[in-house]
Protein backbone atom coordinates (compact mmCIF):
# COMPACT_ATOMS: atom_id res chain seq x y z
CA UNK A 1 0.00 0.00 0.00
CA UNK A 2 1.35 3.53 -1.05
CA UNK A 3 2.04 5.62 2.25
CA UNK A 4 0.76 9.19 2.00
CA UNK A 5 2.17 10.12 5.48
CA UNK A 6 2.77 13.73 5.40
CA UNK A 7 -0.29 14.43 2.52
CA UNK A 8 -2.44 12.20 4.65
CA UNK A 9 -4.65 15.04 6.57
CA UNK A 10 -4.00 17.55 3.54
CA UNK A 11 -5.89 15.38 1.39
CA UNK A 12 -8.47 14.39 3.93
CA UNK A 13 -9.12 18.49 4.74
CA UNK A 14 -9.65 19.41 1.44
CA UNK A 15 -11.46 16.75 -0.05
CA UNK A 16 -13.93 17.00 2.82
CA UNK A 17 -14.32 21.01 2.46
CA UNK A 18 -14.43 20.71 -1.41
CA UNK A 19 -17.42 18.06 -1.64
CA UNK A 20 -19.05 20.12 1.74
CA UNK A 21 -19.28 22.80 -0.96
CA UNK A 22 -20.10 20.64 -3.68
CA UNK A 23 -23.43 19.37 -1.86
CA UNK A 24 -24.20 22.95 -0.54
CA UNK A 25 -24.34 23.75 -4.12
CA UNK A 26 -26.10 20.28 -5.81
CA UNK A 27 -29.02 21.18 -3.14
CA UNK A 28 -29.39 24.59 -3.66
CA UNK A 29 -29.29 24.45 -6.98
CA UNK A 30 -31.22 21.87 -7.77
CA UNK A 31 -32.77 22.25 -10.95
CA UNK A 32 -30.37 24.36 -12.60
CA UNK A 33 -27.70 22.52 -14.09
CA UNK A 34 -26.04 24.99 -15.94
CA UNK A 35 -25.73 26.84 -12.89
CA UNK A 36 -24.52 23.99 -10.99
CA UNK A 37 -21.81 23.17 -13.43
CA UNK A 38 -20.20 27.05 -13.49
CA UNK A 39 -20.68 27.43 -9.51
CA UNK A 40 -19.54 23.73 -8.93
CA UNK A 41 -16.31 25.23 -11.16
CA UNK A 42 -15.96 28.96 -9.86
CA UNK A 43 -16.10 27.43 -6.11
CA UNK A 44 -13.68 24.75 -7.22
CA UNK A 45 -11.25 27.20 -8.49
CA UNK A 46 -11.55 29.01 -5.75
CA UNK A 47 -11.45 26.41 -3.35
CA UNK A 48 -7.73 25.33 -4.72
CA UNK A 49 -6.78 29.19 -4.17
CA UNK A 50 -8.06 29.54 -0.84
CA UNK A 51 -7.08 25.90 0.60
CA UNK A 52 -3.54 25.85 -0.66
CA UNK A 53 -3.02 29.53 0.31
CA UNK A 54 -4.47 28.66 3.99
CA UNK A 55 -2.79 25.38 4.10
CA UNK A 56 0.55 27.14 3.28
CA UNK A 57 0.10 29.89 5.51
CA UNK A 58 -1.22 28.43 8.62
CA UNK A 59 1.77 25.91 8.75
CA UNK A 60 4.70 27.27 7.17
CA UNK A 61 7.15 24.29 8.32
CA UNK A 62 4.38 21.78 6.18
CA UNK A 63 5.74 23.62 3.05
CA UNK A 64 4.12 24.08 -0.36
CA UNK A 65 3.82 20.65 -1.25
CA UNK A 66 1.08 19.67 1.32
CA UNK A 67 -0.45 23.14 0.89
CA UNK A 68 -1.00 22.11 -2.91
CA UNK A 69 -2.30 18.73 -1.87
CA UNK A 70 -5.17 20.36 0.59
CA UNK A 71 -6.54 22.62 -2.55
CA UNK A 72 -6.06 20.26 -5.11
CA UNK A 73 -7.85 17.80 -3.29
CA UNK A 74 -10.62 20.65 -2.69
CA UNK A 75 -11.00 21.01 -6.38
CA UNK A 76 -11.08 17.78 -7.39
CA UNK A 77 -14.33 16.76 -4.96
CA UNK A 78 -15.89 20.35 -5.25
CA UNK A 79 -15.62 20.14 -9.73
CA UNK A 80 -15.46 15.99 -10.32
CA UNK A 81 -19.00 15.60 -8.72
CA UNK A 82 -20.74 18.06 -11.01
CA UNK A 83 -19.13 16.72 -14.60
CA UNK A 84 -22.49 14.46 -15.40
CA UNK A 85 -24.15 17.97 -15.54
CA UNK A 86 -22.04 18.98 -18.61
CA UNK A 87 -23.93 15.70 -20.59
CA UNK A 88 -27.38 15.94 -19.20
CA UNK A 89 -29.98 17.02 -16.58
CA UNK A 90 -32.53 15.04 -14.05
CA UNK A 91 -31.44 11.48 -13.20
CA UNK A 92 -29.13 11.27 -15.57
CA UNK A 93 -27.26 13.33 -13.64
CA UNK A 94 -28.43 13.48 -10.26
CA UNK A 95 -27.06 9.74 -10.01
CA UNK A 96 -23.88 9.78 -11.06
CA UNK A 97 -23.65 12.91 -9.05
CA UNK A 98 -24.33 11.30 -6.11
CA UNK A 99 -22.11 8.23 -6.71
CA UNK A 100 -19.29 10.32 -7.44
CA UNK A 101 -19.93 12.39 -3.99
CA UNK A 102 -20.00 8.84 -1.86
CA UNK A 103 -16.76 8.22 -3.91
CA UNK A 104 -15.33 10.77 -2.26
CA UNK A 105 -17.10 10.38 1.29
CA UNK A 106 -15.59 6.57 1.04
CA UNK A 107 -11.88 8.25 0.31
CA UNK A 108 -12.19 10.50 2.95
CA UNK A 109 -13.48 7.75 5.54
CA UNK A 110 -10.52 6.13 4.65
CA UNK A 111 -7.74 8.50 5.07
CA UNK A 112 -9.37 9.89 8.47
CA UNK A 113 -7.27 8.56 11.27
CA UNK A 114 -10.12 6.88 12.87
CA UNK A 115 -10.81 3.47 10.76
CA UNK A 116 -13.64 1.34 10.37
CA UNK A 117 -17.52 1.91 11.04
CA UNK A 118 -17.04 5.41 13.00
CA UNK A 119 -14.80 7.10 10.20
CA UNK A 120 -17.83 6.56 7.44
CA UNK A 121 -20.32 6.81 9.78
CA UNK A 122 -18.92 10.72 11.22
CA UNK A 123 -18.23 11.60 7.42
CA UNK A 124 -21.06 10.87 6.13
CA UNK A 125 -22.91 12.66 9.07
CA UNK A 126 -21.24 15.42 8.35
CA UNK A 127 -22.06 15.37 4.59
CA UNK A 128 -25.88 15.01 5.31
CA UNK A 129 -26.09 17.29 7.94
CA UNK A 130 -24.67 20.20 5.36
CA UNK A 131 -27.14 18.84 2.49
CA UNK A 132 -29.90 19.67 5.00
CA UNK A 133 -28.45 22.74 5.95
CA UNK A 134 -28.30 23.97 2.35
CA UNK A 135 -31.32 22.38 1.56
CA UNK A 136 -33.14 24.60 3.93
CA UNK A 137 -31.49 27.82 2.95
CA UNK A 138 -32.58 26.82 -0.70
CA UNK A 139 -36.27 27.24 0.44
CA UNK A 140 -36.03 30.99 1.76
Same mark, same amino acid.
Given at each position: ?????????????????????????????????? =???? @? !?? &? %?????? /???? *? $??????????????? =???? @? !?? &? %?????? /???? *? $?????????????????????????????????????????????????????
Amino acid at each position: MISLGRFRAPLTFGAADGVTVLLGLLVSLAGQPH =ALVK @A !AV &G %AGLAEL /VGMT *A $GAWLSDGDAGIWPAL =ANGS @A !AL &G %ACALPA /VPYL *A $GSGWTAVVPSVALVAVTGCVISVLRPEKGALAYLTTFSILAGAAVLCWAVSLI
